[in-house]
Nanobody, 122 residues
Framework: QLVESGGGLVQAGGSLRLSCAAS????????TGWFRQVPGKERMLVAA????????SYAESVKGRFTISRDNAKNTLYLQMNSLKPEDTAVYYC?????????????????WGQGTQVTVSS
């Protein structure tokens, strides 16, 4: 089970930190990632991280602004989002991959959280 938190409403230029708490499956053995989705569009990669946190991958649109990290001792995934833009508005989902990762496509994930809404006002 994956449970996201930390979403909300923020002004452009602001920051948010998303968290994803995992339980059940061996979180520390698999890659994890953050994806986002807007109505009518497919779920897109934001950032992914491998099983031990040594390798990360980011969508071009968030490079330099977002940072993905994980704490395997706490079974928790994080996404620090800085310099937020209105186009970052979406529902953000954390996922647990089928492999050690980082996995850049949604098809590579078999567990998802319920999502948390991030809204950035201009």
């Amino acid at each position: 089970q994956l449970v996201e938190s930390g979403g909300g409403l923020v002004q452009a230029g602001g920051s948010l930190r998303l968290s994803c708490a995992a339980s059940g499956r061996a979180f520390s053995s698999y890659g994890t990632g953050w994806f986002r989705q807007v109505p009518g569009k497919e779920r897109m990669l934001v950032a992914a991280i491998n099983w031990n946190g040594n390798i990360t991958s980011y969508a071009e649109s968030v490079k330099g602004r977002f940072t993905i990290s994980r704490d395997n001792a706490k079974n928790t995934l994080y996404l620090q989002m800085n310099s937020l833009k209105p186009e970052d508005t979406a529902v953000y989902y954390c996922g647990l991959a089928q492999f050690r990762g980082p996995i850049k496509v949604a098809q590579g994930y078999d567990y998802w959280g319920q999502g948390t809404q991030v809204t950035v006002s201009s």
